[in-house]
């Protein structure tokens, strides 16, 4: 789960957060135009959390965990290859918004019932410093991407295939029962 955060923070407030607004302006779009863009993620990525929220009430946190990395990851690779016009940067924003913060209700979920009531929200703690430790990656790592290759195109296609494998490996978490069975 603390790897799964890390992706999170890497591909999140690490690499959109802090690089989406340089991407654009690389690709011309004005800065002010690509900052709407992010409140146009902040807006969906209300909406997203929320519906997270509720399917983590109803289904396999992990398989929602591989849904969630595994889209985010497709979208960051694809990113770099579309026009930037603003109808595809629209559905970028749109849908990347409601998978920004989708990954915590899952991933509190799996802390509480691997570590009880009491110690998951501890746990969750020490996962969501993996989150800093990815966004913090990928905020100095995107920058020196772009300063020796002069455009981002690396940084988004190695967050996304990092998505990827998160995605992957978020379907591989044990749970609680599974252990039990097992035995």
Known sequence: MFAGFFVCGLTTNGLVGVHMIALCADQGLPETRAATLLAVMGIFDLIGTTASGWLTDRYDPRKLLFVYYGLRGLSLM??????????????????YGL????????TVKLATEAFGDRDGPIVFGWIAAGHQAGAATAAIGAGVVRAAQGRYLEAFVIAGFAAVIAAVASIMIRRQGQAIAAA
């Open 78 to 95: 694809v990113l770099p290859f579309t026009d930037f016009s603003i109808v595809s940067l629209g559905i970028f924003a749109v849908f």
């Open 99 to 106: 998978d920004w913060i989708a990954t915590v209700p899952p």
